[in-house]
């Protein structure tokens, strides 16, 4: 086992298979969007690349439904940082507090992490329907407030905030296993000196666990903020249009309505570049914010 593990010749040849996959499906499509976006061209063979420079780029600066869908997806962002991470690391800690049915529990909040993005869509859609058919409005109106119900995924004023429910919701039990995951790997002992220390209630959570815990909540944070700015699949099942006067617009959307609606694939490229530049800028910031907190080693 030495010698194979010393041998640089058997170690390249397992390497390869995975190496030319992520080549082929990773890094080669990142370099074309890179390249296509410096060019304009409507998706047909016949058709030559027409280099335009950094003409798209421009354009989308320059375009409001662009900044709208930036503007939105920072909202998103913000909300679903500051709603998945801490309400997935609270039932976490809820959780494992648990000494009957926790895997009954552990398995119903994560569910919805493995159901597919349609039928969670489909559901919420239900829930949303604007009529008093919908399952809010009908319960809003049984309880006496009839004048809460309304359009949820039509009104502009609520319907980014509905689509921002239904990603938390679908993510929440995600965090909770990596918060329990962290948990279960700090041992006893670490936890009753601290009791001793009179770290209890409020106190344990914030001097304790939270500590101890930063490396997977800098995990999560990063985790949220990649997947949200290129978030797509929720937004284009409940609001295809990308909402009323496009309020729950996003880049991801917006990139495939120019390219496969519209066929221009040089300005999707070019988005497609933005939300790669934003996705690698913002994790770098949050990491460099989050890394001036060091977690306790133990």
Not at 243 to 262: C, F, K, Q
Request: with cysteine.
């Amino acid at each position: 086992m030495e010698k194979i593990r010393k041998n640089k010749k058997i170690i390249c040849i397992f390497l390869f298979p995975a190496f030319f996959i992520y080549l082929c499906f990773e890094v080669i499509p990142v370099l074309m969007t890179i390249y296509f976006s410096f060019h304009e061209w409507p998706g047909i063979q016949s058709v030559p690349l027409e280099f335009v420079g950094l003409d798209n780029f421009v354009n989308l600066f320059r375009n409001e439904i662009f900044l709208k869908s930036l503007k939105n997806v920072f909202l998103y962002v913000i909300a679903s940082v500051i709603l998945q991470v801490p309400l997935g690391f609270a039932l976490g800690l809820l959780v494992h507090k648990f000494t009957h049915f926790k895997r009954f529990f552990k398995a119903s909040f994560f569910i919805p992490m493995i159901l597919s993005v349609t039928a969670v869509a489909l559901l919420w859609n239900f829930i949303y329907f604007p009529t008093d058919k919908g399952i809010l409005n009908t319960l809003l109106i049984h309880a006496g407030l009839p004048d809460l119900a309304r359009q949820w995924l039509v009104d502009p004023e609520t319907s980014l905030p509905a689509l921002i429910i239904v990603s938390t919701w679908t993510s929440v039990g995600y965090y909770m296993i990596i918060c329990l995951a962290g948990l279960t790997a700090i041992p006893d002992s670490v936890i009753e000196a601290g009791e001793m220390d009179g770290a209890t209630g409020i106190r344990k959570v914030w001097y304790l666990y939270i500590p101890m815990l930063w490396d997977s909540v800098k995990m999560s944070v990063i985790m949220v903020i990649t997947g949200v700015l290129k978030i797509f699949d929720t937004v284009y099942i409940l609001t295809p249009s990308g909402g009323t006067d496009n309020s729950t617009i996003v880049p991801a959307l917006l990139m495939y309505n120019e390219s496969y609606r519209y066929g221009h694939y040089g300005t999707g490229s070019a988005i497609a570049t933005i939300i790669f530049i934003l996705s690698a800028l913002v994790s770098v910031i949050s990491l460099r914010l989050m890394n001036k907190r060091e977690s306790i080693e133990y």
